[in-house]
């Protein structure tokens, strides 16, 4: 089997650029997180996951390794022995791969704004289970999570919507919010496991998204070169330095671009002036408490959560429906 390919028409360059160009004119400025993720950015924060600071991939894969049967258990009672995954924001595909074996999916959708990242993510996937049926769809999901039919082919119904690695933090809550609803929606009566980090000291927070070597500064300042490719502007990524900052009130960590000296960007129809000092703000990663997120998760609908959890209670990662 090869994988299937819905992509392209689901991302609007056009749409992107505007949404970029208003961001930067925003007071403060502002662009989304999203545009993190070209193919660098991708592998950028593939190289944050194996860092020493950045805690949240390795203490979730010791919650699925540990936990795992249970959990394969719990899905495989809601939705029989071969679910249908579905993985928003699905970047490499190696959290979901190394759960095929326990959860036995029997089609793998994966959807990312990274189409050519997530392609050659899937083709290396596709000779180690040649029976899985693999579709990639390219879906910027921000504006809203929804499927193409064609994703799903024949094998409609309940299906199981993975979530992992503390995705969810980079919504505010009321879009985390939306997302849980348009989650619960797409799963068609099935479940939804995802991955929650939880609310800690903020200096083990501040390594986590400011590590020595520099590899959070590089996937934050490489958004610059991808909104120079977006939006046809002028950034120069050596007048920005990284900032990333808990903050213990708002509960999340922001991560901005600060300018070094006073600087400008320009684009076709627009421009902005910073002074020195000026940031553009590029992300914020929340951290729950689970009571809190049960609470979302109850708001959005979902009526039945199971939660499993490391020793040191840093992560949490829950099935829901
Ligand atoms: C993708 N997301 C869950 C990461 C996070 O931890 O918020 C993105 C990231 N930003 C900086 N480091 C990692």
Known sequence: MSPLFLDLHQIDPAAL?????????????????????????????EAITALDEYYLTRTEAAIFERHGAAIAAAVHARLGPRPVLVEPGAGSCRKAASLFGMLRPRRYVALDISVDYLREALWALQPAHPALALVGVGLDFSARLALPPEALGTDVGPSLVFYPGSSIGNFA???????????????????????????????????????????????????????????????????????????????????????????????????????????LLTEHAYKWTPEAFEALLHEAGYRDCQHWSDDAGGFSVMLAA
Request: no cysteine.
């Open 173 to 279: 809550p009321a879009q985390a919010l939306r997302l849980l609803r348009e989650a619960r929606a797409l799963s068609q009566g099935g479940a939804l496991l995802i991955g929650v980090d939880r609310v800690k000291p903020a200096a083990v927070l501040n390594a986590a998204y400011d590590d020595a070597l520099g590899v959070t500064a590089a996937f934050n300042l490489n958004l610059l070169r991808h909104l120079n490719r977006v939006l046809g502007s002028d950034f120069r990524p050596a007048d920005w330095r990284h900032i990333a900052f808990f903050d213990v009130a708002a509960s999340r960590i922001e991560m901005h671009l600060e300018a070094r000296h006073a600087t400008a960007v320009h684009w076709p129809g627009g421009e902005r002036h910073f002074m020195a000092g000026d940031r």
């Open 17 to 45: 650029a505007r949404e970029a160009a208003l961001g930067l004119l925003a007071q403060p400025a502002a662009v989304s997180p999203k545009f993190f993720y070209d193919a660098l950015g991708s592998r950028l924060f």
